[in-house]
């Protein structure tokens, strides 16, 4: 099992930037599917955005543009740039990741299509 440490989060004034971060513990697979997901108190977790191990990248449609998933395979980190931020973006963003890759289940945004978790860091975003 990987574990996953996110961090970055914060409290931000609408229309501010944010970098989450979600550090590995060890070697990740060379076939895998990761992604960030968000949740607030009483809804179902959110796809927010994939990327899988071919570089291909999938984005819920309420952030795309404005959010861009990336990773950095020396560092075992996998990033979540925000920008624009919009009062609907508060949540608990979680990383995940799961080993092997397939291309459809990558690009469901579905929380069902990953095993391994983080803890999640909190997103704040001011009106």
């Known amino acids: 099992q990987v574990q996953l440490v996110e961090s970055g989060g914060g409290s931000v004034q609408a229309g501010g930037s944010l970098r989450l971060s979600c550090q590995a513990s060890?070697?990740?697979?060379?076939?895998?599917?990761m992604g960030w997901f968000r949740q607030t108190p009483g809804k179902e977790r959110e796809g927010v955005a994939t990327l899988g191990s071919d570089g291909s990248t999938k984005y819920a449609d309420s952030v795309n543009g404005r959010f861009t998933i990336s990773r950095d395979n020396a560092k075992k980190t996998l990033y979540l740039q925000i920008t624009d931020l919009r009062p609907e973006d508060t949540g608990m963003y979680y990383c995940?990741?799961?080993?092997?890759?397939?291309?459809?289940?990558?690009?469901?945004?579905?929380?069902?299509?990953?095993?391994?978790w983080g803890q999640g860091t909190q997103v704040t975003v001011l009106t």
């Open positions: 995940a990741y799961n080993r092997g890759y397939n291309r459809g289940a990558c690009s469901s945004l579905l929380a069902s299509a990953f095993r391994d």
């Open positions: 060890k070697y990740t697979a060379t076939s895998y599917c």
